[in-house]
């Protein structure tokens, strides 16, 4: 019940910081939108406002991480063995990603509105993206990593054109217009683009 509870507070606050700006995330703000009390907020997050934002941010991470989930079948190795096989993983999660971001949109708009900016919100989510960027290079094939960079080039390629299939799939009239299919082959060619490109320089 608690864990249900958490949600829909964390959902409340993510609408808040959408719909206005981080000084909106008030306690009486929150309990009203949740539909919660203020003392049940207390209890959980304390009374420093800090608290709440901390709260979301954890949240934010929680999710974000599972958009780039591993696959059941690989979750027990530390990394890919072939560049075939680690490609097959990064398209079908990303397939995956689009169909949860359906449900769940506000995900990627909130790092599209806070990412770019200098407030703590800003900072924590690029720190979230940060530890991303660790865990998808740590997976990598090594001729992906046997380069200068050790693979960051291509994990910076490949998140942006992810962030920008992302930042279209969650606007419904796009949905309309290109399916998920189309949406996938398309990213997958980049996505093949980009590994050859970075295999040619690194020999």
Request: aromatic share 12%; no cysteine.
């Amino acid at each position: 019940m608690k864990e249900k509870k958490y949600t829909i507070v964390a959902e409340a606050a993510v609408r808040i910081l959408l719909q206005g700006s981080i000084k909106d995330l008030t306690y009486t703000r929150l309990a009203a939108k949740a539909g919660v009390s203020r003392a049940w907020l207390y209890k959980y997050f304390g009374k420093d406002p800090a608290g709440l934002l901390d709260f979301v941010v954890d949240f934010f991470g929680r999710q974000f991480a599972e958009l780039d989930a591993q696959h059941p079948n690989t979750a027990s190795r530390p990394g890919v063995s072939t560049e075939a096989a680690w490609l097959g993983e990064v398209v079908t999660g990303t397939r995956r990603a689009l169909t949860d971001l359906e449900q769940a949109p506000w995900l990627m708009s909130l790092f599209f509105k806070y990412e770019p900016t200098q407030t703590i919100l800003g900072r924590r989510i690029r720190l979230v993206e940060e530890q991303w960027f660790a865990h998808f290079i740590a997976r990598m094939p090594k001729s992906l990593r046997s380069g200068p960079d050790g693979g960051r080039w291509v994990a910076e390629m490949i998140h942006s054109a992810r962030l920008g299939l992302w930042f279209r799939w969650i606007k419904p009239e796009y949905r309309k217009r290109i399916s998920i299919d189309s949406a996938v082959l398309g990213f997958e060619k980049m996505v093949r683009g980009f590994s050859e490109m970075s295999f040619t320089r690194s020999v």
